[in-house]
């Protein structure tokens, strides 16, 4: 209920700016689709690039306006409210089963099905995962981000390859006066998640009824990304191009992006780094947490089957391969979806290798409704273990609680 109502005091306080604004699809001309892009003013241009070849092949004009990653939940959940809603927008893995509960998206398993199944043996695996309630699915991944290591070759000679290596590693670092950086998740469940597969553990059982945190596997990954934190991992944010160049932090987990912002903000130690794929752990598995972006189309669209067209054509992997290289200039540094794309990238030949690899071992936040409301009893927990030596039997088991009643809540 609380959850509902925060919903609803942000849909009141800012309707009325919307509505004013124009910028729904009832704005738009009848030849136009509108497409809202949570990103760069720059990527949203290199969007309406592209779009001239299938304007010419089509008529339809495209429209694609950048909104900001603060305000854009907030906005796209007024423009629902408010009927003026975009055709088609990009946003966070889970929004579009979020939007979908209140009808406010189009279900591409019920209304292209052909198509959509299409689409999911062309992408990595994990991907569908996180945009999938049941049956229906409101999202088709328009790119991702993942979790990688990084690490100095010339400080560290072979990158590890289990979680014992790591650690080992990592004492070795801290007698060196050296450390280790968790930069994309850092005591959040982010950076703990890909450790809670990694041991075998799950969020919530298959059919995402029951929360299965407090469990020996969850309880194993969370003692050991806190015992990170002991031997070297710092509890503030330290930038990793910094750490990097300088060497005090030479083993990182962040994200694919920082191999632009190592490129460009650490030029001196170019040659002298490199990436991995992360350790594996008690379950034999190197996963890693994968973001990035859904496209979805509105339901008050009276443009459904155009902006259908236009996502396919989005996901051509040449078209996908024209958004990456572009964007790479801009820093909006996404990786294509499409696994087809992925050949003819321009990218150094062994990192193509490992993130290609890494993309198959790779999973998103769960497909539970309650999921966004819930991560707060994480994040809790990870921060009273690491922060003041709580125990994590008990944290994880009041979470679980807290996360049962959220879930439970949903349904």
């Known amino acids: 209920m609380l959850f509902i109502k ?48 299938f304007t010419e092949n089509t008529g339809t004009k495209v429209s694609c306006q950048a909104i900001s990653w603060g ?40 209304e292209f099905p052909e198509d959509t199944a299409e689409f999911g043996k062309k992408m990595f695996p994990c991907l569908f995962d996180s945009t999938q309630v049941g049956d229906s699915i409101y999202g088709i991944p328009f790119d991702l981000s993942q979790h990688i290591m990084y690490y100095r070759t010339d400080i560290i000679k072979d990158p590890p390859e289990t979680w014992e290596e790591m650690l080992e590693v990592l004492i070795e670092l801290r007698a060196q006066g050296r450390g280790m950086l968790i930069d994309w998740g850092s005591l959040g469940w982010i950076g703990y998640s890909p450790f809670l ?26 003692k050991f990304f806190a015992g990170l934190y002991k031997e070297g991992v710092p509890k503030t944010k330290v ?71 236009f996502m396919k054509f989005l996901f051509r992997p040449d078209i996908q391969e024209a958004i990456y290289q572009n964007s790479l200039e801009t820093e909006d540094s996404y990786l294509p979806p499409n696994m087809e794309s992925w050949k003819n990238l321009e990218m150094n030949k062994g990192f193509k290798r490992i993130l290609e690899s890494q993309a198959q071992d790779a999973k998103g936040p769960p497909a539970v409704l309650a999921w966004d409301s819930s991560t707060r009893f994480i994040d809790h927990a990870i921060q009273m273990v690491i922060l003041k030596n709580a125990d994590p039997a008990e944290e994880l088991k009041k979470a679980s609680v807290q996360m049962q009643k959220e879930l439970d809540a949903r349904r």
């Open 239 to 309: 930038p990793l191009e910094q750490g990097m160049r300088i060497g005090d932090y030479p083993l990182a987990i962040s994200g694919n992006w920082k191999i632009i912002s190592l490129n460009a903000g650490a030029p001196e130690i170019k040659g002298k780094w490199s990436i991995s794929r992360l350790p594996a752990g008690p379950s034999g598995k190197r996963t890693a947490f994968i973001g990035g972006r859904v496209l979805g189309i509105f339901s008050g669209s009276d443009k459904k089957q155009e902006a259908w067209d």
């Open 71 to 110: 305000d854009a939940h907030s906005k796209y959940l007024t423009s629902i409210a408010g009927g003026v809603s975009p055709d088609i927008g990009t946003m966070g893995l889970t929004w579009g089963m979020e939007f979908g509960e209140l009808g406010a998206m189009v279900d591409f398993n019920k």
């Open 6 to 53: 925060r919903k609803v005091a942000v849909i009141s306080i800012v309707l009325l700016s919307i509505i004013m604004s124009g910028c729904g699809s009832s704005g738009a001309k009848d030849n136009t689709l509108v497409m809202w892009l949570v990103g760069s003013e720059s990527q949203a241009r290199i969007i309406v690039d592209l779009s001239r070849e």
């Open 197 to 222: 597969w990694q041991a075998g553990g799950t969020y919530y059982n298959e059919d995402n009824t029951k929360v299965t945190l407090d469990s020996p596997e969850a309880e194993e990954a969370l």
